[in-house]
C-alpha cells in the first residue's frame, strides 16, 4: 500500500496551499469578506500556476500531483466562485445555475485527468473562473446576472473548442 505522505513532492505542497487558500475564500465569503475572499481566488490562481512550474522545473510531475491538482481546484475554482456570490444572489434560477456550474468543473476537470491531451486544453480550464469572477465581482456586475453568467461558465468549461496551453 502506498503512503501518500511519502509520495509527496515539492509541488504536491503549493496545491495543498491552494486548497488551503480556496477553503479560506469560502469562509470569508460565509462571513460576508467579500473582498478578502476575491483576493483570495486570484491567489489560488497564482498558486495553481506555480504548482505546475515548479513540478516541471524539478521534473516530479507525477500522477499523484495531477489528481491533487484537480481535487484542489474544485475547491478553488468551483466551490469557491459558488461561495463568493451565493449571498449577493440565492433565487432558486441562481442557485440552479451554481449546481450546474459546480457539476460542469466536475466534469470538465474529471474529463481533463483521463485525456492525453499535452498541446491545448479542451474547453475553458476551470482556473479562469479565478480569475473572472472576482473581476465581475470588482467591476460592479449587477448580482442579478450571475445565474447567466454561471450557467454560460459551465458551458464553456464542458465545450470542446481548443484553449492553447500558457504554460507547458
Same mark, same amino acid.
Given at each position: 500500500?502506498?503512503?501518500?505522505? =511519502? ?21 470569508? /465569503? ?10 483570495? #481566488? ?10 505546475? *512550474? ?7 510531475? $507525477?500522477?499523484?500531483? =495531477?489528481?491533487?491538482?484537480? &481535487? ?20 432558486? &434560477?441562481?442557485?440552479? /445555475? ?19 491531451? =499535452? ?28 445565474? *447567466?453568467?454561471?450557467?454560460? #461558465?459551465?458551458?464553456?468549461?464542458? /465545450? $470542446? ?8
Amino acid at each position: 500500500m502506498v503512503n501518500p505522505l =511519502k509520495e509527496l513532492k515539492t509541488a504536491d505542497f503549493v496545491t495543498l496551499s491552494n486548497a488551503v487558500i480556496g477553503l479560506l475564500s469560502i469562509l470569508y /465569503s460565509i462571513k460576508k469578506e467579500f473582498v478578502i475572499a476575491a483576493i483570495l #481566488l486570484v491567489l489560488c490562481v497564482i498558486l495553481d500556476g506555480l504548482d505546475g *512550474l515548479i513540478a516541471k522545473r524539478l521534473k516530479q510531475t $507525477t500522477e499523484l500531483g =495531477k489528481q491533487l491538482d484537480s &481535487l484542489a481546484d474544485i475547491i478553488s475554482f468551483g466551490g469557491a466562485p459558488v461561495a463568493l456570490v451565493y449571498s449577493l444572489n440565492n433565487t432558486t &434560477l441562481a442557485i440552479i /445555475s451554481y449546481i450546474f456550474f459546480i457539476c460542469c468543473g466536475i466534469l470538465r476537470l474529471a474529463r481533463y485527468n483521463v485525456s492525453n491531451i =499535452k498541446d491545448y486544453f479542451q474547453g475553458m480550464p476551470i482556473t479562469t473562473n479565478g480569475i473572472l469572477i472576482p473581476l465581475f465581482f470588482f467591476i460592479k456586475v449587477p448580482y442579478s446576472y450571475y445565474p *447567466l453568467i454561471y450557467f454560460i #461558465l459551465g458551458i464553456l468549461m464542458i /465545450s $470542446t473548442f481548443k484553449v492553447k496551453r500558457v504554460f507547458r
